[in-house]
């Protein structure tokens, strides 16, 4: 069982930069690849990172690319999203996941999370 816990979320500007956590208060990531997911109003939750669990390969949706790096740190147990460069467009609730220690491979699909976390507002002005 593994409990994920967001934090970082906020209103920034245009332009800005902001840093999202995903700490594990219950159970353990380090053998877990993980996932970052948002969901706007009225859309489906859709990929935003992924990253294996040795935390040595990420991939990233076309529309984040060159502006958001997703980190690991197994000794911390938490995971990072640094956001630069925001665009209105990012407004969002920012959800990480982890998959089952079954598997260390990333993944864009969301049915192959196995655990959430409670999502964090992410709310970016023109």
């Known amino acids: 069982q593994v409990r994920l816990v967001e934090s970082g979320g906020g209103l920034v500007q245009a332009g800005g930069s902001l840093r999202l956590s995903c700490a594990a208060s219950?159970?353990?990531?380090?053998?877990?690849?993980m996932g970052w997911f948002r969901q706007a109003p009225a859309k489906e939750r859709e990929f935003v990172a992924t990253?294996?669990?040795?935390?040595?390969?990420?991939h990233y949706a076309d529309s984040v690319k060159g502006r958001f790096t997703f980190s690991k740190d197994n000794a911390k147990n938490t995971v990072y999203l640094q956001m630069n460069s925001l665009k209105p467009e990012d407004t969002a609730v920012y959800y990480c996941?982890?998959?089952?220690?079954?598997?260390?491979?990333?993944?864009?699909?969301?049915?192959?999370?196995?655990?959430w976390g409670q999502g964090t507002q992410v709310t970016v002005s023109p």
């Open positions: 990253i294996t669990s040795g935390g040595g390969t990420t």
């Open positions: 996941a982890a998959r089952s220690s079954f598997y260390s491979g990333a993944s864009s699909r969301t049915n192959d999370y196995d655990y």
């Open positions: 219950e159970g353990t990531i380090s053998n877990r690849a």
